[in-house]
T-cell receptor
Framework: AQTVTQSQPEMSVQEAETVTLSCTYD???????LFWYKQPPSRQMILVIR??????QNATENRFSVNFQKAAKSFSLKISDSQLGDTAMYFC????????????????FGKGTKLSVKP | DVKVTQSSRYLVKRTGEKVFLECVQD?????MFWYRQDPGLGLRLIYF???????EKGDIPEGYSVSREKKERFSLILESASTNQTSMYLC????????????FGPGTRLTVT
């Protein structure tokens, strides 16, 4: 069974600074997806960034980037130039890759990290 | 943009009541999901459906059932609500083969007293 661990229940960062959220996972699969989801206070969960395990290049979306270390089963999220709107719960998640492409099975979520960006 | 809506943002029910949580999506997605979110536990999958009238159990289906009579609507049913079902319930949808890209609703915070 796959597990996802986020070891930082809460973090805070000053506006404009950089923060890194940690995530580790356990799986025997070789092909899979990893994700970071963001859930702002009282707002909907949205996908921040996605990484496919077979891709060596780390995914980047504007100020958000990941450090994917497959051998170490580590998938951290770096937020650069933090903004007040980045205040949210962040969830790391895992999903197996389907045999014929696409995905298979369910999203497995970590317990989340509550990030507060302070002015 | 995909829009996933849930019938209530806040709901208070009594122990033993039958509770219906409704979810509607407007992007013709085949897949729909129900999760519950609890502090310190993250999101856990209750049930999912990959087509009308089809359903699959997730990780924590006990005490819940679901109904999918139309493609756009997925209902979560608590047959006899209990206090340990007090939680945030999130609905999501996706295209088949793209279960990695789920679009979430705003959530329903259910309190069972």
């Amino acid at each position: 069974a796959q597990t996802v661990t986020q070891s930082q229940p809460e973090m805070s960062v000053q506006e404009a600074e950089t923060v890194t959220l940690s995530c580790t996972y356990d799986t025997s699969e070789n092909n899979y997806y990893l994700f970071w989801y963001k859930q702002p206070p009282s707002r909907q969960m949205i996908l921040v960034i996605r990484q496919e395990a077979y891709k060596q290049q780390n995914a980047t979306e504007n100020r958000f980037s990941v450090n994917f270390q497959k051998a170490a089963k580590s998938f951290s999220l770096k937020i650069s130039d933090s903004q007040l709107g980045d205040t949210a719960m962040y969830f790391c998640a895992f999903m197996k890759h389907g045999e014929y492409g696409g995905s298979q099975g369910n999203l497995i979520f970590g317990k989340g990290t509550k990030l507060s960006v302070k002015p | 943009d995909v829009k996933v809506t849930q019938s209530s943002r806040y709901l208070v029910k009594r122990t033993g009541e039958k509770v219906f949580l409704e979810c509607v999506q407007d992007m013709d997605h085949e897949n729909m999901f129900w999760y519950r979110q609890d502090p310190g536990l993250g999101l856990r999958l209750i049930y999912f459906s990959y087509d009308v009238k089809m359903k699959e159990k997730g990780d924590i289906p006990e005490g819940y059932s679901v109904s999918r009579e139309k493609k756009e609507r997925f209902s979560l049913i608590l047959e006899s609500a209990s206090t340990n079902q007090t939680s945030m319930y999130l609905c999501a949808s996706s295209l088949p083969g793209q279960e990695y890209e789920q679009y979430f609703g705003p959530g329903t915070r259910l309190t069972v007293t």
